[in-house]
């Protein structure tokens, strides 16, 4: 079965620019979750949804925002880009619910802001 | 801030050596999840913990989820080359929906 995927794998991008990152989660998930990897760093926690409602909120910049569309994919939209902003783009996807369950990471944006 | 303590951060082993790493947190978790990480590559997830106690293989690959909810161990026995990599633990607050908080992570590195 296909697992998360992610467009674009790399992008790069000129500060004070916009990107828009894509996240297509495992079929019949309905849960999302993006997070924010520095080179040397955890994934940190952005911002997840589920049935198209945004459920939890972590560190995301205001510049930032995000979407989760009718077929479940979903959006990250940065805007006013800085050069801090370089990282991989993580998205998971899993069955959401009041019960807790396996996330399952696609294979990652890497952003470049130059 | 990240509330999982994981050590130890990095090590090197001897290739059929068996390897162990802990995950500590002052948070009680609901669920513990161990995830692997090539450079550039997504985590991919290898264990989930449930229960209090649970003690769970998959293949070469074994880990615990403590009595008290605060910490989880894995373990990997006779270590290849490919097991090189970043291993994390993540953990999920039940009240704070199915968002996963990362340990910091542990560096294995094999000699051949």
């Known amino acids: 079965a296909a697992g998360v995927i992610q467009s674009p794998r790399h992008l790069i991008k000129e500060k004070r620019e916009t990107a828009t990152l894509k996240c297509y989660p495992i079929?019949?998930?309905?849960?999302v979750y993006w997070y924010q990897q520095g080179p040397g760093q955890d994934p940190q926690f952005l911002i997840s949804f589920y049935e198209k409602m945004q459920s939890d909120k972590g560190s995301i910049p205001d510049r930032f925002s995000a979407q989760q569309f009718s077929d479940y994919h979903s959006e990250l939209n940065m805007s006013s880009l800085e050069l801090g902003d370089s990282a991989l783009y993580f998205c998971?996807?899993?069955?959401?619910?009041?019960?807790?369950?396996?996330?399952?990471f696609g294979q990652g944006t890497r952003l470049t802001v130059v | 801030g990240q509330q999982l303590n994981q050590s130890p951060q990095s090590m090197f082993i001897q290739e059929g050596e068996d390897v162990s790493m802990n995950c500590t947190s002052s948070?009680?978790?609901?669920?513990w999840l161990w995830y692997k990480q090539d450079p550039g590559e997504g985590p991919v997830l290898l264990i989930a913990l449930y229960k209090a106690g649970e003690l769970t293989s998959n293949g070469r690959l074994t880990a615990q989820f403590g009595i008290t909810r605060k910490d989880s161990f894995l373990n990997i026995s006779a270590s290849i080359p490919s097991d090189v990599g970043i291993y994390f633990c993540a953990g999920q607050l039940g009240n704070a929906g199915n968002m996963l908080t990362f340990g910091g992570g542990t560096r294995l590195m094999v000699k051949p």
């Open positions: 998971a996807s899993s069955l959401g619910g009041p019960k807790n369950t396996e996330a399952f």
């Open positions: 948070s009680i978790f609901n669920t």
């Open positions: 079929s019949r998930h309905d849960t």
